[in-house]
């Protein structure tokens, strides 16, 4: 099984500045076939159902604010809130889809400052 | 507009059963990958099972092999998932899932609200 991580487990950005969050793979989750990562991004506020964000680590999910952005390759990836909104307060977690068993990462909590 | 409405969560006994539905509208429902996934209580998401367009392949986690089976009929537009033996710890909000534009690819472009399963004595 692919087992995903996530660091941190928390943080606190002031409005409009930047969140990074990483997201880690124990194996490669890049397909030597089409050149593309298996990895996606969710949100999650309180009381809602998750919202995919980014799928094949940096496409944007239509609908979805461009200050969002997702990055890395094969092992490693991130992803970016540039400028964070009040509205941006939630959990996020990335998943990998390059096999079966699909697994998330545990989740990373943002929060305002 | 896709919109994917859960019901048959509860609260049930340990040992019991339940099947949970979910009513899928706003999409070719046939045309995709259907899943559930699931988050226990101060837990991270958990993939249970997905079910493919055709539904002639299915796919299950481990912790739930044997004890559960995803199934979908593509005239009624819904997908179901039949839970057997059921412990404590399949205690969680369970969400229908459906797969993204890319098929046979399992992320997940949209989400039910989820139906609670309490297993408690």
């Known amino acids: 099984d692919i087992v995903m991580t996530q660091s941190p487990d928390s943080l606190a950005v002031s409005l409009g500045e930047r969140a990074t969050i990483n997201c880690k793979s124990s194996?490669?989750?890049?397909?030597?076939?089409?050149?593309?990562?298996?990895l996606a991004w969710y949100q999650q506020k309180p009381g809602q159902p998750p919202k995919l964000l980014i799928y094949?680590?940096?496409t944007r999910e239509s609908g979805v604010p461009d200050r969002f952005s997702g990055s890395g390759s094969g092992t490693d990836f991130t992803l970016t809130i540039s400028g964070l909104q009040a509205e941006d307060v939630a959990v996020y977690s990335c998943?990998?889809?390059?096999?079966?068993?699909?697994?998330f990462g545990p989740g990373t909590n943002v929060d305002v400052k | 507009e896709v919109q994917l409405l859960e019901s048959g969560g509860g609260l049930v006994q340990p040992g019991g059963s339940l099947r949970l539905s979910c009513a899928a509208s706003?999409?070719?429902?046939?045309?995709?990958?259907m899943s559930w996934v699931r988050r226990a209580p101060g837990k991270g998401l958990e993939w249970v099972s997905t079910?493919?367009?055709?539904?002639?392949?299915?796919y299950y986690a481990d912790s739930v092999k044997g004890r559960f089976t995803i199934s979908r009929d593509n005239s009624k537009n819904t997908l179901y998932l039949q839970m057997s033996s059921l412990r404590a710890e399949d205690t969680a909000l369970y969400y229908c899932?459906?797969?993204?534009?890319?098929?046979?690819?399992?992320?997940?472009?949209?989400w039910g609200q989820g139906t609670l399963v309490t297993v408690s004595s």
């Open positions: 706003g999409f070719t429902f046939s045309s995709y990958a």
């Open positions: 194996q490669s989750v890049l397909s030597t076939s089409n050149n593309k990562n298996y």
């Open positions: 079910n493919s367009a055709s539904g002639s392949s299915t």
């Open positions: 094949w680590a940096s």
């Open positions: 899932t459906k797969e993204g534009v890319d098929p046979q690819v399992f992320y997940f472009d949209s």
């Open positions: 998943q990998q889809y390059y096999s079966t068993p699909l697994t």
